[in-house]
């Protein structure tokens, strides 16, 4: 069982930036692959990005943020972090960490999830 909690998210002006941390309850937490995802009012839950497990090395992004966000992780913090810059309206969203033990980008196949937390930006 891996507990995660998220913070960091918050009301921002469009351009704009927010650092979102994702802190996980485990000691295994570097042997997990960590997903950011985020759900908009209305819409089906996406994928935002995603890091590898352990060193990291190896990191995906959604278009819509690619060059924007960065990803990263501290395993011996047990956190993950989504640093979120050049931020817009569309970006307006809650949310989410998971892990998996696969490197994947599809929802379904995250194991565990954190709470989420809103992210909202201003035009």
């Known amino acids: 069982q891996v507990q995660l909690v998220e913070s960091g998210g918050g009301l921002v002006q469009a351009g704009g930036s927010l650092r979102l941390s994702c802190a996980a309850s485990?000691?295994?937490?570097?042997?997990?692959?960590v997903g950011w995802f985020r759900q908009a009012p209305g819409k089906e839950r996406e994928f935002v990005a995603r890091?590898?497990?352990?060193?990291?090395?190896?990191?995906d992004y959604a278009d819509s943020v690619k060059g924007r966000f960065t990803v990263s992780r501290d395993n011996n913090k047990n956190t993950a972090y989504l640093e979120m810059n050049s931020l817009k309206p569309e970006d307006t969203a809650l949310y989410y960490c998971?892990?998996?033990?696969?490197?994947?980008?599809?929802?379904?196949?995250?194991?565990?999830w954190g709470q989420g937390t809103q992210v909202t930006v201003s035009s």
């Open positions: 998971a892990v998996s033990v696969l490197a994947t980008t599809q929802i379904r196949l995250y194991d565990y």
């Open positions: 485990a000691s295994t937490f570097g042997s997990y692959h």
């Open positions: 890091i590898s497990a352990w060193s990291g090395g190896n990191t």
